[in-house]
């Protein structure tokens, strides 16, 4: 039972630098989405996938770009990494778009950037 | 907008003590769902209740209840003869309706339990 996987689970980055956040399910989950969680803000929307070939604006976006070739797969980039870009990364999936729709959270990207 | 309030950032208990966390909430929508969901110090987050907006009745599950009550816009969490596997950051979230699967999440609440 993998659930929602992400790799890596750590990562320090320079400033400037790109990188792919990685993020996969097996549960054949329609929507995906993307939160960063920073100290005493609980968990923010960054991107969010109600299915694949299909991606929206969450509440924070800037900086980050995402893709939905398949159902599986959610990566999440980072064009040109931003000290504000310091925060652990959450990628959650849902069985479908749909209100009240539980989600299921991977374990978290810690990422650093210096 | 929506906002969700959680005012106790850490709240430090002895072991079998109750406690209750407080989640508070602002909406202009009249259907929406809360959650809470716990981040143990493992990382990932666990779903623990939905309610939506139509259903105030009290919920209780094993030592955890919640009550809703929608006149106060409060949704919160109580843990009975707390234990130390409860230690963990708790947070409170809200969906409207027509947002489908968005979350908007409180700051989270540490809860430590002490032995």
């Known amino acids: 039972n993998a659930g929602v996987t992400q790799t890596p689970k750590f990562q320090v980055l320079k400033t400037g630098q790109s990188m792919t956040l990685q993020c996969a399910q097996d549960m054949n989950h329609e929507y995906m989405s993307w939160y960063r969680q920073d100290p005493g803000m609980g968990l923010r929307l960054i991107h969010y996938?109600?299915?694949?070939?299909i991606t929206d604006q969450g509440e924070v976006p800037n900086g980050y770009n995402v893709s939905r070739s398949t159902t599986e797969d959610f990566p999440l980039r980072l064009l040109s990494a931003a000290p504000s870009q310091t925060s652990v990364y959450f990628c959650?999936?849902?069985?479908?778009w749909g209100p009240g729709t539980e989600a299921f959270f991977g374990q978290g990207t810690r990422l650093t950037v210096v | 907008a929506q906002k969700v309030t959680q005012a106790q950032t850490e709240i430090s208990v002895v072991e079998k003590e109750d406690v209750t966390l407080d989640c508070v909430y602002e909406t202009r929508d009249t259907t929406y769902y809360l959650f809470w969901y716990k981040q143990p110090p493992s990382g990932e987050l666990v779903f623990l209740i939905r309610?939506?907006?139509?259903?105030?009745q009290n919920e209780i599950s094993g030592r955890y209840s919640w009550n809703f009550q929608k006149s106060t816009s409060s949704f919160n969490f109580t843990i009975t003869a707390s234990q130390v596997v409860d230690s963990a950051v708790y947070f409170c979230?809200?969906?409207?309706?027509?947002?489908?699967?968005?979350?908007?999440f409180g700051g989270g609440t540490r809860l430590m339990v002490k032995p």
């Open positions: 979230a809200l969906s409207p309706y027509n947002a489908g699967n968005m979350l908007t």
């Open positions: 309610r939506n907006s139509f259903d105030e």
């Open positions: 996938s109600v299915g694949a070939g």
């Open positions: 959650a999936s849902s069985p479908f």
